[in-house]
């Protein structure tokens, strides 16, 4: 039988980081990546009984920290140094992440445009890949000729024009899970006279950053420019 407290001590690989443990009876504490153990086998064990199962959350780093493979040892403190089923190890191979892959796409929900008229545009970024895409997210909006900004609207986005060029920022502070979409980004602009656009506005964004897929970074929406209706009006005096 064994009476004495049970002590266990797991040497973390590194790239982990240790996050919870659980486990009836057990309690542990961490220190400069040295996970320690301790049972109080206060019932004993006899031949052939176990204590209750002790389970370690960690988390993983990225690849090149952790390698291809990661060689996990716990050591139980008690009994004889010498014997070799006081260590064991275990030796796992380290899937890489999927890629993150922006995609912008851009609408106008309309026909025309008119012009001397206000009009909006729709701006949506997704990932498309199968890794998650942690970093903030910037579009970028050259206007057309005869296109000025008005204004943006969207949760968790903001914008600046300089110049004909809208730039529009989110913080994406929760990450884009693989499928996941940003919150819609809307752009209000004002359309000039036909002199200014012709008779078409083309008008395209793009999402900076590199990814895995470039070829879905810019959409371009095309429009017709409608000339304003004609208001004739008579005044007569005597």
Not at 25 to 32: D, I, K, V, Y
Not at 94 to 114: F, M, T
């Amino acid at each position: 039988t064994c009476e004495s407290p049970v002590t266990v001590v797991d040497d973390l690989p590194s790239g982990t980081t240790f996050s919870s443990d659980s486990g009836t009876g057990w309690n542990c504490t961490e220190s400069g990546g040295v996970v320690t153990c301790e049972h109080q086998n206060t019932g004993g064990i006899d031949g052939g009984d176990c204590l209750p199962v002790l389970t370690l959350t960690v988390d993983i780093g990225t690849a090149a920290e952790v390698g291809p493979e990661i060689a996990n040892c716990v050591t139980v403190e008690q009994g004889d140094p010498d014997l070799g089923h006081k260590q064991d190890c275990v030796k796992i191979p380290v899937e890489l992440e999927g890629e993150c892959d922006l995609a912008v796409s851009k609408r106008y929900d309309g026909d025309v445009v008119v012009a001397g008229s206000a009009a909006s545009f729709e701006i949506e970024v997704c990932n498309e890949g199968d890794g998650s895409c942690d970093d903030p997210v910037t579009v970028v909006d050259g206007l057309p000729n005869g296109v000025s900004f008005n204004a943006e609207s969207g949760t968790g986005w903001s914008g600046t024009e300089n110049s004909g060029v809208v730039t529009c920022t989110h913080a994406n502070n929760g990450g884009l899970a693989p499928g996941e979409c940003l919150p819609g980004l809307e752009l209000d602009v004002d359309i000039g006279s036909m002199d200014e656009t012709g008779d078409q506005i083309q008008n395209c964004v793009s999402v900076d950053g590199s990814d895995a897929d470039t070829s879905n970074n810019r959409d371009c929406v095309s429009v017709p420019v409608q000339p304003a209706d004609c208001v004739l009006s008579i005044d007569k005096s005597h």
